[in-house]
């Protein structure tokens, strides 16, 4: 089974304004509500691709109800911890220019974090466990190395995909997966990296320093996959961009959901780049319909 951990859900409130001007009444041309988080989304594309998982984080209020309901619209199991406060809004503005406003987390008990805890306690080798997306600020920078420290004994495969130092101490617990993105990783080790030759350098640090595969994402550029054999470039589908919000969760759900049928990287690889894509080119998450569609556009070659 695959467990999605979003320690920081929201409502992501969609919002299409035709020259939004600051300090004027604005009118909505459309709007949309989605259940948000990187977690979440990486459950939401699992499920279009005919793979079960589970979620599992903190919700609260009005809007954590909306949430769950949502999840099990669409089929997905979800396991939350109930917390005080409501569950956070974040507003996307889509003008002239895209303008994100994140909300305020509720605050996470001691006793509630236990309780996520206890949850893991069940997993065992046969699982994976994604842990994506930014944390509570009442939660500990260490937050995810904790976790991984959790199940390390159980033989659960853990995928990080987070950012800053939430990231860093990530690396020190030596998860199965990793996933950022050019700039994070030039921020992991404070240079700059733009090139292939520079992901290719950087992405092979993290192997050394025990992270067994390594994807890259480099946005309109393709990603790297790179493990202790080999590096592999999947190039970046053609189509119309639509959509800039979960295409690198998305690439983390097409990977999981072939590899956990196949085992087979490459072919993961190849499906988790196919995905991204589709998602980059749809107005919500991919769904198996676009991913078949772009698949065929993706030819992986070692570099």
Known sequence: MIYTVTL???IDYFVQVDHFKAGELNHVISDRKMAGGKGINVSRVLQHLGEASECLGFIGGFTGEFIIEKLADEGIDADFVP???DTRINVKLKSDTETEINGVAPEITDAQLAALFSKLEKLTDQDILVLS???PATLPVTIYKEMMEK?????VKVVADTSGEAFRKAVEAKPFLVKPNHHELGEYYGVTVETFEDVKKYGRKLVEEGIDHVIVSMGGKGAIYIDKDQYLYAPP???VLKNSVGAGDSLVAGFLSEYVVSGDFKKAFRKGAATGS???FSVDLATKE???EVLPQI???KI
Do not use: F, H, L, Q
């Not at 199940?151 to 033989?155: D, E, H, L, W």
């Open 290 to 292: 676009k991913v078949d």
């Open 83 to 85: 917390v005080d406060g």
């Open 151 to 155: 199940v390390r004994r159980s033989g």
């Open 8 to 10: 920081n859900p929201a």
């Open 278 to 280: 589709a998602t980059a």
């Open 299 to 301: 030819t992986i070659s």
């Open 133 to 135: 997306g930014s944390r």
């Open 237 to 239: 589908a053609k189509g």
